[in-house]
């Protein structure tokens, strides 16, 4: 069955760096669309990230951008987000998410993802 875990969260000072892995495994096809997201306590859900793995878009959120990078490993299987400059509003719990019904530009965070992640804590002071 497929199964995304992430990993790479914790603590961070303000102005620091994380970098953030989503494994990806039972799931065999090569083109998808992926996101990630965040929510932090007593808010909505917040999609961050989305990228259509085999071709070159990405979209990003105006919140992350210039911040926040998209990168993958497709021999591992990992996706994983960048995140420099980190700010305390960055607290949250970060998901990644996958969907092949999106295709393209198509590949919003909007997208109703199919699979998620349990989601892993990043926390800045």
């Known amino acids: 069955h497929v199964q995304l875990v992430e990993s790479g969260g914790g603590s961070a000072q303000a102005g620091g760096s994380l970098r953030l892995s989503c494994t990806l495994s039972?799931?065999?096809?090569?083109?998808?669309?992926m996101g990630w997201f965040r929510q932090a306590p007593g808010k909505e859900r917040e999609g961050i990230v989305a990228?259509?793995?085999?071709?070159?878009?990405?979209y990003y959120a105006d919140s992350v951008k210039g911040r926040f990078t998209f990168s993958r490993d497709d021999t591992k299987k990992i996706l994983y987000l960048q995140m420099n400059s980190l700010k305390p509003e960055n607290t949250a719990m970060y998901y990644c998410?996958?969907?092949?019904?999106?295709?393209?530009?198509?590949?919003?965070?909007?997208?109703?993802?199919?699979?998620w992640g349990q989601g892993t804590q990043v926390t800045v002071s």
């Open positions: 039972g799931f065999p096809y090569t083109t998808f669309c």
């Open positions: 990228s259509y793995i085999g071709g070159s878009y990405t």
């Open positions: 998410a996958i969907d092949r019904r999106a295709v393209g530009t198509r590949c919003r965070p909007q997208v109703d993802f199919s699979y």
